[in-house]
């Protein structure tokens, strides 16, 4: 069942989450060396939103540790490379193994 976003992000850390979805599809438009549409645009901000519902609501992930995974996620989900949560314990920022 998808969560309602706001219920997973606090008002307060809407605008930190924001960015890092919008720097995970920055991040997927320079390694696919084209131009970004506001289609695709769209498309890859809704695949983030998808990942932070699963990583936060289902997962229990903090917001800074979903932030440094997204443009991997992100990758793979655009690849339709299959991606496993990193299952670590002990996590640390910009730690992205």
């Known amino acids: 069942m998808s969560r309602v976003f706001l219920d997973l992000v606090?008002?307060?850390?809407?605008a930190r989450v924001a960015l890092g979805i919008e720097r995970a599809v920055a991040l997927?438009?320079?390694?696919?060396?084209?131009?970004p549409t506001?289609?695709?645009v769209?498309?890859?901000f809704?695949?983030?939103?998808e990942l932070v519902?699963?990583?936060?609501?289902d997962l229990g992930w903090g917001l800074q540790?979903?932030?440094?995974?997204?443009?991997?996620?992100?990758r793979c989900e655009l690849d339709g490379v299959p991606w496993k949560p990193d299952a670590r314990v002990v996590w640390v920022p910009e730690d992205n193994r």
């Open 10 to 14: 606090g008002q307060d850390e809407v």
């Open 28 to 35: 997927s438009f320079v390694a696919d060396r084209s131009r």
């Open 38 to 40: 506001s289609d695709e």
């Open 42 to 44: 769209r498309r890859r």
């Open 46 to 49: 809704r695949i983030c939103e």
């Open 53 to 57: 519902r699963q990583l936060r609501g």
């Open 65 to 74: 540790r979903i932030v440094d995974h997204l443009p991997h996620y992100l």
